[in-house]
Nanobody
Framework: QVQLVESGGGLVQAGGSLSLSCAAS???????MGWFRQGPGKEREFVAA????????YYADSVKGRFTISRENAKNAVYLHMNSLKPEDTAVYYC?????????????????WGQGTQVTVSS
């Protein structure tokens, strides 16, 4: 079992920055990690993913160049650094773990989920 707890959400003005953290506990060895988000009235969508080694990262086109995913395996932590935030980035952001070192971009491929943290970007 893997437990995930997100933190770092909040309210920020458009153009601002915010960093999210995901603390993992349990059997996290060789797990790839992802960030997803779900806006009001929308389906959960992929944001970013990272392999166990950190050597492979994927990003949604909508956040490419603005968001950066990273991880510290020694701390069992994954991060999402968000810059140039836009109102359309407003959503609940979820951290997810996949029982494989190879990341994926679809929610159904992930085995464990956190409770989410709210990010609100004001215009």
């Amino acid at each position: 079992q893997v437990q995930l707890v997100e933190s770092g959400g909040g309210l920020v003005q458009a153009g601002g920055s915010l960093s999210l953290s995901c603390a993992a506990s349990g059997r996290t060895f060789s797990s790839s990690m992802g960030w997803f988000r779900q806006g009001p009235g929308k389906e959960r969508e992929f944001v970013a993913a990272i392999s166990w080694s950190g050597g492979t990262t994927y990003y949604a086109d909508s956040v490419k160049g603005r968001f950066t995913i990273s991880r510290e395996n020694a701390k069992n932590a994954v991060y999402l650094h968000m810059n140039s935030l836009k109102p359309e980035d407003t959503a609940v952001y979820y951290c997810a773990a996949k029982r494989s070192p190879v990341p994926a971009t679809t929610p159904r491929n992930y085995d464990y989920w956190g409770q989410g943290t709210q990010v609100t970007v004001s215009s």
